[in-house]
C-alpha cells in the first residue's frame, strides 16, 4: 500500500530544521538505551527482589513499559530527571487488568510472556499501527508452551493472555525474521517458566542479532544460565562459527540488586551524520568501551559513508570531510539507523544500495515506503527494493511539510536533511519523544555551536 502525504489537522505547528552554518563542532552524552531500559524493567520485574535501574532512558517507550509491568502488579518508581535510579519491585495482580503498548514493540512483545505468570486475564490493546505490527509468532509460541491466549484469530493487537501464575515452557520453534524482539521476548520470561525454554528461531536471517545478544548478556547479568547453539549443532553450548539461531533459558531465580542502563548508540546516528555532511567533529561522551549494543556495526557503516571514528579518553568522536561517499551496505544488524543512513545516502556522491532492512516495513511505519514518499517530495529519487531500498542523490528542494508518520526515525532523518535543505519543515516532531524526548533541544544546540 502507497503510503500518501499525511493530514496534520490541527497538530502543533511544523519543526523548522535547522540549516548547518559551518562545520560543526559538538560533545553531547545521549540519553540511556531504550532497548537496555526496557530489558531492565522487565528483568526486575520479575527478578526475587527490589532492583535499582541506573541510567535509564525517560521516554514514552519506557513509560509505556513501566505503566504495564505496574498493571501486571509491580511496583515501579520512575524518577524523571536524567540520571536518577529507578526502583522496581516485584509483585502479581489477582485482578483482570489491561496493557497498554502504544506503538512500542518491546511491550507488545516483552510484555505477554510475562503475562502468562500472572493469575488474571491481561488484555493488551494499542495505537492503531500497533493492530498492524507482527506479534503472532509471539502468540503461537506461548500456547506451544501451555499459555491461554484469544486473539480473536487475527494473531494481532488487541488479545487477551489468560494467565494461571505459571507457565510449563519446554521447546517451540520461532520464525524471528521480522523482529529480533521476538526472540527476546520469550527468552527474557523463560527463567520463571517451570521448566525454563529451548527457543529456536527457523527462517530467514533474523534482524538486528547484537538485540539478541544483549538479552542474553543482561538475562546471564542477571543470575539467568542462558547457553546458545547453531542450526546443525547437537545442543548447548554452541554459537561458535556462527550466529546462535538456539537458545536454552534453564529455570531458576533471577536477581538483580541493580541495573546500570548504557547511553542508547543507535540515537548517536543522527549526530554522527551531521560531523560527516558538515565537515565536522562530534563527540559522544561516554560511549561504552565494551557492549552488547550494535555499536561495530554502526561505527562500520559510519566508516564506508566517509567517517573518522576514535575512540578517546572521554568518548568516541567521529569526524567528517564535509563529501558523504555512495555506500552499498547490509544493515541487518544495525537497522535502526537505516532511515539516517538514507537520509545521507540522498545527500552522497553518487547512488546507494541498502539492505537487510526489508522488515522495516513492520515498524512504527512503513519506514520503507515513507522514506521513497519524503525524499522523492524533495526532488529524490529513492526505489524500494524487495529488502532495502536504492537512492540516487539529485537536487533537493523543500515544497511541504516531510512527515513522520508517527515515526521517531523519520524526525531524525528529517534533522539529518534539513542541514542540507533550505526550509525544510518537519511535521509531528514530537513524535521523537518515543525514544529521544530533547532531541530537537540537542540538535539546535549542536548547530549554534558550529561557526
Not at 340 to 351: H, I
Request: contains cysteine; neutral net charge; aromatic residues 4%.
Amino acid at each position: 500500500m502507497r503510503i500518501g502525504h499525511q493530514d496534520t489537522g490541527g497538530a502543533a505547528p511544523p519543526w523548522a530544521a535547522p540549516r548547518a552554518g559551518g562545520a560543526v563542532r559538538a560533545r553531547l552524552r545521549l540519553p540511556g538505551s531504550k532497548s537496555m531500559t526496557n530489558r531492565a524493567l522487565v528483568l526486575a520485574a520479575l527478578a526475587a527482589g527490589p532492583t535499582e535501574i541506573l541510567g535509564p532512558l525517560w521516554a514514552r517507550d519506557s513509560r509505556l513499559m513501566a505503566g504495564a509491568l505496574r498493571a501486571l502488579g509491580a511496583s515501579v518508581d520512575l524518577a524523571p530527571s536524567p540520571g536518577a535510579a529507578w526502583r522496581v519491585s516485584p509483585g502479581w495482580t489477582g485482578t483482570d487488568t489491561r496493557v497498554d503498548v502504544g506503538n512500542a514493540g518491546t511491550v507488545m512483545r516483552f510484555v505477554p510472556p510475562v503475562a502468562t505468570l500472572a493469575r488474571a486475564a491481561v488484555e493488551f490493546h494499542g495505537d492503531p499501527r500497533a493492530a498492524q505490527r507482527p506479534v503472532a509468532a509471539i502468540i503461537t509460541a506461548l500456547r506451544e508452551i501451555g499459555a491461554d491466549i484469544d486473539d480473536g484469530g487475527r494473531g494481532a493487537i488487541p488479545f487477551t493472555v489468560r494467565g494461571t501464575g505459571s507457565l510449563p515452557g519446554g521447546a517451540v520453534t520461532v520464525d524471528a525474521s521480522a523482529s529480533s524482539q521476538l526472540v527476546s521476548g520469550l527468552l527474557l520470561a523463560a527463567p520463571r517458566y517451570e521448566k525454563g525454554l529451548e527457543v529456536r528461531h527457523r527462517g530467514p536471517r533474523a534482524p538486528s542479532a547484537p538485540h539478541i545478544a544483549m538479552t542474553v548478556q543482561m538475562l546471564r547479568e542477571a543470575g539467568a544460565a542462558v547457553e546458545t547453539a547453531t542450526a546443525g549443532s547437537a545442543g548447548p553450548p554452541g554459537g561458535v562459527g556462527g550466529v546462535p539461531d538456539t537458545w536454552y533459558i534453564h529455570p531458576g531465580v533471577i536477581s538483580s540488586p541493580a541495573i546500570i542502563v548504557q547511553p542508547d548508540l543507535v540515537n548517536s546516528a543522527p549526530f554522527l551524520a551531521a560531523a560527516l555532511l558538515t565537515g565536522g567533529s562530534v563527540t559522544i561522551l561516554g560511549w561504552p568501551a565494551q557492549t552488547s549494543q550494535p555499536a561495530r556495526q554502526i561505527l562500520d557503516v559510519f566508516t564506508q559513508l566517509g567517517g573518522c571514528a576514535a575512540m578517546g579518553p572521554d568518548g568516541l568522536t567521529v569526524t567528517g570531510s564535509g563529501q558523504v561517499r555512495a555506500v552499498t551496505a547490509d544493515l541487518t544488524d544495525c537497522s535502526e539507523i537505516s532511515l539516517v543512513v538514507g537520509a545521507l545516502a540522498a545527500l552522497a556522491d553518487g547512488p546507494s544500495v541498502l539492505t537487510g532492512i526489508g522488515h522495516q516495513r513492520l515498524q512504527e511505519t512503513d519506514r520503507l515506503g515513507a522514506l521513497a514518499t519524503e525524499l522523492n517530495a524533495l526532488g529524490g529519487s529513492v526505489t524500494e527494493l524487495p529488502d532495502g531500498v536504492r537512492i540516487e542523490p539529485r537536487p533537493l528542494r523543500a515544497s511541504r511539510p516531510f512527515d513522520t508518520y508517527d515515526d521517531h526515525r523519520l524526525v531524525m532523518a528529517a534533522a539529518v536533511l534539513g542541514l542540507a535543505v533550505p526550509g525544510l519543515l518537519v511535521a509531528n516532531v514530537a513524535t521523537v519523544g518515543k525514544t529521544f524526548p530533547d532531541f530537537t533541544r540537542r540538535w539546535a544546540a549542536m548547530l549554534e555551536r558550529a561557526p
